[in-house]
């Protein structure tokens, strides 16, 4: 099931991309980030296309059910990326988090396997963060504009530098890295 979803993820940033969210704001807080708004995050191997590398999307679920009067349930979605999700300059990310008006907020991540479905993985934390081998770029929390859904460093929390090897799942080659173990899962909590 996990390499379902993970295949979906992939094939969603190949073939679906947008420049604006193709959905009205939450009206309570003027934001993309309403009912029926999904975010997940994504491996990206090296098979795709460089500047379709999103690392994370936002799809509209609204209407993607048949009782909503939808026909043809097997169709896409349509799916936003804001252009920093790029591989490149937000990174890996896998925690995410919404708060309770308009925000959402990204984890850096080394999660991901180097290698999976047979091919090489791109393993990296972003250029906003501080880049691919900043200490600091490991341990950054980014949040989600809410009228653009454009990342932005929130918080770094702490890590420790070490050397290891990011292990390939499914063939493909390990990679060896040097920067501190990024992030898991993240919640929001008002207190």
Known sequence: MKNIILYLCLIFSISLSAQQVPWDLNENC?????????????????????????????????????????????ASQA???????????????????????GYAYAAASSNYGSAYFGQQGVVNYGNIGGGPEDL?????????????????????????????????????????RSTGPGLGNITFDAE
């Open 30 to 74: 003027n934001s993309i980030f309403n009912t029926g708004i999904a975010a997940m995050t994504c491996g990206i191997t090296e098979y795709v296309t460089p500047g379709s590398r999103y690392t994370m999307g936002l799809v509209d679920l609204n209407g993607a059910l048949p009782a909503a009067g939808r026909i043809d349930v097997t």
């Open 79 to 101: 799916m936003y990326h804001h252009p920093d999700y790029d591989i490149e300059q937000l990174g890996n990310v896998y925690g995410l988090a919404m708060d309770f008006c």
């Open 136 to 176: 600091s770029a490991a341990g950054t929390v980014y949040r989600l504009d809410p009228q653009t859904g454009a990342p932005e460093v929130w918080a770094v929390l702490p890590q420790q530098q070490y050397d290891f090897e990011h292990f390939a799942c499914e063939g493909g080659s390990n990679t060896p």
